[in-house]
């Protein structure tokens, strides 16, 4: 039997499709090609290039090293106000980044909530490269927590209470079975995560400022550009561009294939 298929969708999504391509096509179009290797070899884009790249994979393995035991226990571990929980986590994910940079100024900050003590162990994160990891890293995360939690909660139990019957302890049940099982879904929060943290900038430029060599990351270097030197900008925002291209690549297997 001959299925019905609603043509008229076809317009609207041609539309869709057409307003999410547009601006890529412009960025594309107003690259200076000819210029762009002299562009890409700035030392300043460079500076803000290396900067990003940095803090960007310090922010993945931050969110690596305290997420995944956070999607564990938000899997696994029964306990009140869990969904309340779980709500917060995901708060990032549609928090205004500048309104997450301004929580923590007063949370971090030299005179937020933990400033005091951070400061008494000489330790200053506003207005700091490790700022910029921390800003990164508040608003990545998630992504991370998510995809893994979600993995653990779709594995099979039985692998990890097989393991259990034949003596080995949570922590050996956890580094040799249940790890293995979901590292694909902890390879792809990480790989997402680093590229949330690559494209951070309310944050960062609310709570680490725009120092250059400090924190100045690529996002803020092209905000800065746009003003002074379009062209540097364009070549700029091409390098992101291409680093997103690259994360769909590596993700291709789990989000966009039909």
């Not at 076809?10 to 690259?31: E, S, W």
């Not at 929980?85 to 933990?114: D, E, K």
């Not at 494209?199 to 996002?219: D, R, V």
Request: avoid cysteine; charge should be positive; hydrophobic fraction near 55%.
């Amino acid at each position: 039997m001959r299925q019905s298929r609603p043509w008229a969708l076809l317009a609207p999504a041609a539309l869709g499709l057409v307003f999410l391509l547009a601006p890529l096509a412009g960025l594309l179009a107003r690259t200076p090609w000819s210029r762009l290797p002299e562009l890409l070899s700035d030392p300043a884009l460079l500076q803000a290039l290396r900067l990003s790249l940095t803090s960007a994979t310090l922010a993945t393995l931050l969110s690596l090293l305290i997420g995944v035991p956070l999607a564990w226990v938000l899997a696994r571990v029964p306990f009140p106000g869990r969904r309340l929980v779980r709500a917060l986590v995901t708060l990032p994910l549609v928090l205004p980044p500048v309104v997450g940079g301004v929580g923590l100024l007063y949370a971090f900050g030299q005179s937020g909530l933990f400033g005091p003590a951070l400061h008494g162990l000489g330790v200053s994160l506003s207005f700091s490269t490790a700022g910029v990891v921390l800003a990164e890293a508040f608003v990545a995360m998630p992504f991370l927590v998510v995809t893994v939690e979600g993995a653990l909660s779709s594995t099979d139990q039985r692998y990890e209470e097989a393991a259990a019957t034949l003596g080995a302890g949570g922590w050996t049940t956890f580094r040799r079975v249940t790890l293995p099982l979901v590292a694909p879904s902890v390879a792809a929060g990480a790989v997402l995560s680093f590229a949330r943290a690559l494209g951070e900038f309310g944050a960062t430029i609310t709570f680490a400022g725009n120092l250059p060599g400090t924190t100045q990351t690529m996002p803020i270097a092209v905000y800065v550009a746009l003003e002074s030197n379009p062209e540097a900008a364009v070549a700029l925002a091409l390098v992101l561009l291409g680093v997103s291209v690259l994360v769909l690549l590596a993700l291709r297997d789990r989000w966009v294939r039909p």
